[in-house]
């Protein structure tokens, strides 16, 4: 419950206050010129094996929480593999200096100092682009932006994708996504 806000005042009182907190700047929020959210990735985004450049897009975040003390960005196609999904992107221990990432950081040029990523479901260190099965149908690839209250992950840079975004989920202090499709 947002402080300030009592349980015992009306739902819209209650509403007020959420909307000025929001407002206040401590909702995180992502933004990206290359994805729209709801809408097909550009073939920038798509893997170089289904014709595309392979390229992680720019994201820019901002609203972070206090006592955020590093970020991590991640994209996972929740479609693939018979829903079990895929991960395209994990990269973390990005400094609060660093509210962005430029496009092609996925592949290790232009990353923030510090900054770590591991390997993806396609078994290499950075960003894999959307490349779904031919008549799969529409996959969504969410990129998620964690706000962490720690400067550097806990876990070791040989850690499997799927402990570390469980790591994330549980200690992340907000998030923020965009969701894009890709079918072929």
């Known amino acids: 419950m947002v402080s300030g806000c009592s349980f015992h005042r009306r739902v819209f009182a209650n509403a007020a206050c959420f909307v000025l907190w929001s407002a206040d ?8 010129p290359d994805v729209t959210n709801g809408a097909s990735l550009k073939l920038a985004q798509v893997n170089t094996h289904c014709g595309g450049e392979n390229r992680s897009p720019a994201l820019a975040w901002s609203g972070a929480p206090k ?3 590093s970020f991590a960005v991640t994209m996972f196609d929740s479609d693939a593999n018979g829903g079990r999904g895929f991960w395209h992107w994990l990269v973390f221990d990005i400094p609060t200096t660093a509210p962005n990432l430029a496009a092609g950081a996925g592949s290790g040029s232009g990353l923030p100092g510090g900054a770590v990523q591991v390997d993806n479901d396609f078994g290499t260190a950075g960003y894999g682009g959307a490349c779904p099965p031919p008549g799969s149908g529409s996959h969504h690839y969410t990129i998620t932006v964690y706000a962490l209250p720690t400067a550097q992950l806990p876990l070791g840079h040989n850690v499997g994708a799927s402990a570390i975004a469980t790591w994330l989920k549980g200690h992340s202090l907000a998030t923020a996504t965009l969701t894009g499709t890709y079918k072929r």
């Open 25 to 32: 700047g401590h909702a995180l929020e992502l933004a990206s």
């Open 67 to 69: 006592g955020t003390a």
